[in-house]
């Protein structure tokens, strides 16, 4: 869909395994490593990004979603924003309701104006969640629950003000390892009963309470360094995820998932993968 489009969209996002309607993503065409924000950052800043490379991939993903039947909009990249492929943290649909990111790193501020202008254009209403800063890879769904990371880009106080306008949801807040940079870099729900989960990120009783609601899958350091638990679900238990994430691939499996292996080496090396290259905007 080209952003010369006037079609309407509507969105709805219930969870993080319905079935991917709709999404957003953004190509890598200036992707760099500029500022360290992560150790996965700090081991290939010498090597940087192979933007030709990135590109590649970034295509084979989007050409493995359109063959799944999903439809992916594509935002214009911007020369001024080199982590501008992360789509994820610029804003996050809950039910019914698109909100916008206010986005905590300098470098990152500014990508949300490109989401907005066209929630704009396509007559999509959001709300701004100025003044309060939180990333939408903090955010992760499943149903009435919101699990929201507290991290260096998700402030409590964003959190308590979704719970203010958010009245019918359950949201919980989740304290990690801030190294990690965003929740769903060591925390990812499949299903209604399976979660991945990078148990050394998260405190004791944190772990406690999610494998009360979870069946916890546990990745390796190795794989959550290559990005293991940021794998996309799609609906119909398949998952996008790395073939270099082999352990976590078996598991996965064996629970059942179709996995669709992808190779996304080049863009991992700036700590994100595919659920941060995505901002669905309809599931169902």
């Not at 957003?24 to 290939?44: G, L, W």
């Not at 309701?97 to 929630?119: C, D, N, P, Y």
């Not at 499943?142 to 991290?151: M, Q």
């Not at 082999?246 to 080496?265: A, K, L, M, T």
Request: aromatic share 8%.
């Amino acid at each position: 869909m080209s952003m010369d489009s006037i079609e309407t969209i509507q969105t709805n996002c219930q969870s993080e395994y319905d079935i991917l309607r709709k999404v957003i993503v953004c190509e890598p065409q200036f992707m760099a490593i500029d500022e360290i924000i992560n150790d996965v950052q700090k081991q290939y800043q010498h090597d940087n990004i192979n933007i030709e490379r990135a590109l590649i991939q970034h295509h084979d993903f989007v050409a493995k979603m359109r063959d799944e039947g999903i439809d992916v909009i594509t935002l214009a990249a911007n020369a001024s924003f080199p982590e501008q492929v992360f789509t994820r943290d610029i804003g996050f649909t809950l039910g019914n309701q698109t909100f916008v990111s206010e986005m905590a790193s300098s470098i990152r501020q500014g990508e949300e104006t490109v989401l907005q202008k066209w929630l704009d254009k396509h007559h999509v209403p959001f709300q701004k969640l100025a003044q309060n800063h939180i990333e939408g890879g903090d955010v992760i769904i499943d149903g009435k629950t919101i699990f929201i990371g507290l991290s260096h880009r998700t402030s409590q106080s964003a959190i308590e003000h979704l719970k203010t306008d958010l009245p019918d949801y359950e949201i919980i807040m989740v304290p990690f390892d801030p190294k990690y940079l965003h929740l769903d870099c060591v925390f990812n729900i499949l299903s209604p009963t399976e979660a991945l989960i990078f148990p050394e990120a998260l405190e004791v009783r944190t772990l406690k309470f999610l494998a009360s609601r979870y069946k916890l899958i546990k990745v390796t350091k190795e794989e959550q360094f290559t990005m293991g638990t940021n794998v996309l679900s799609i609906g119909n238990k398949k998952v996008f995820s790395l073939p270099i994430n082999s352990q976590v691939n078996e598991e996965i499996r064996s629970h059942g998932y179709e996995v669709i292996e992808v190779d996304f080496s080049e863009i991992i090396k700036s700590g994100g993968s595919f659920r941060c290259c995505t901002m669905p905007i309809n599931r169902g």
